[in-house]
């Protein structure tokens, strides 16, 4: 009697695991395997993660009883965010998906379903190699512990493929003299034009997400008033920032200089202001420390930029000489 209850309880028992085995393929839920996982383990849902300064944040849609998933998400950091649509494949406790990016490379996530329902991976490719970050379910009131970093409706700063390129068009250096106590406090005493070029380099997403500065480099030729004749000048573009405001700022730096721009000016790299070299004898940067960088926007295919300096001129007949140098092109 008791040998009979005994194949009875087994057979009841192997009855119960069939119906929920063949239960969870028709949700299209592949069940997690190895020892400690959570019988019935689901994919589907929202999914969250903070690994300074990455936040990623995705949603599982469907999860097909082969175990391939499909979804969307967000990558984003306090600098930048990028949606992307994602696919991959759940098999026993491992997850792989692949972050679709328009416009981007693509990021790989490898991960492993763990007992505490987390999913502890890594992402690799788009500039990240083995960067380690893990998710957990989102709460149905709308959020984790961390409050988001980002807002991906907002500007994406940094340099995209969309940016990045050469900007051609003119070059504009002036010089003048402010003395406020003059009925006319606002003398000329140069001006200059030539032509030239600005070319910015792309970022990669990587740097975009985490605030890196850009580079590129500039070029003014001696087809105008303000470089002697002969005399091109060349250098790199350092620094580079896109703000969140759509505003772009970048500095100027003339080869094998240790100062800043306008201390190559003032050192006559090239530069021939019109009949201010008498004023500029002598003369030294007030604000040597803000000076350097070009301040201004890009709009479209246009870049429009200046940077100016206040010098102290000793020899001069007064107040502050100002020059400025800006930069208007197109792409």
């Not at 502050?320 to 930069?327: F, K, L, R, W």
């Given at each position: 009697m008791r040998s009979l209850s005994r194949r009875f309880a087994l057979f009841s028992l192997a009855t119960a695991t069939f119906l929920l085995i063949t239960a969870c393929s028709e949700r299209g839920v592949q069940l997690p395997e190895g020892p400690g996982l959570p019988?019935?383990?689901e994919l589907t849902g929202s999914w969250s993660g903070v690994a300074t300064p990455i936040e990623v944040t995705i949603t599982i849609e469907n999860v097909l009883a082969d175990g391939s998933l499909f979804g969307s998400g967000v990558i984003g950091s306090v600098h930048a965010a990028f949606a992307f649509d994602l696919e991959g494949l759940f098999e026993a406790s491992s997850v792989t998906m692949v972050f679709g990016i328009v416009g981007e490379p693509?990021?790989?996530?490898?991960?492993?379903?763990?007992?505490?329902?987390?999913?502890?991976g890594t992402l690799e490719g788009g500039g990240f190699d083995a960067f380690g970050i893990s998710?957990?379910?989102?709460?149905?009131?709308?959020?984790?512990?961390?409050?988001?970093?980002?807002?991906?409706?907002?500007p994406q700063p940094g340099v995209s493929e969309a940016f990045a390129g050469t900007y051609s068009g003119n070059w504009e250096v002036l010089i003048y003299a402010f003395r406020p106590n003059l009925p006319d406090p606002i003398e000329w005493l140069g001006e200059g034009s030539c032509s030239g070029s600005v070319t910015l380099d792309p970022q990669s997403l990587l740097d975009r997400l985490?605030?890196?500065?850009?580079?590129g480099s500039y070029l003014m030729l001696d087809s105008g008033s303000c470089l002697a004749d002969g005399i091109t000048v060349s250098g790199t573009v350092n620094d580079g920032q896109l703000r969140g405001d759509g505003g772009v700022n970048f500095g100027l730096q003339i080869p094998g200089s240790a100062g800043n721009f306008f201390e190559d000016v003032l050192a006559?790299?090239?530069?021939?202001?019109?009949?201010?070299?008498?004023?500029?004898?002598?003369?030294s940067i007030i604000n040597k420390d803000t000076e350097n960088q070009m301040d201004g926007s890009i709009l479209g295919n246009r870049?429009?930029?200046?940077?100016?300096?206040?010098?102290?001129?000793?020899?001069?007949?007064?107040?502050?000489?100002?020059?400025?140098?800006?930069?208007d092109a197109t792409k």
């Open positions: 019988i019935g383990s693509s990021i790989n996530f490898r991960g492993t379903l763990t007992s505490d329902n987390r999913i502890v998710l957990e379910p989102v709460s149905e009131e709308g959020g984790g512990e961390e409050e988001s970093q980002f807002d991906p409706s907002q985490f605030g890196r500065t850009f580079s006559g790299s090239g530069f021939k202001p019109p009949q201010s070299l008498f004023v500029l004898l002598g003369c870049l429009s930029a200046i940077a100016s300096a206040s010098l102290d001129c000793p020899g001069g007949r007064g107040g502050t000489v100002n020059m400025s140098v800006a930069i």
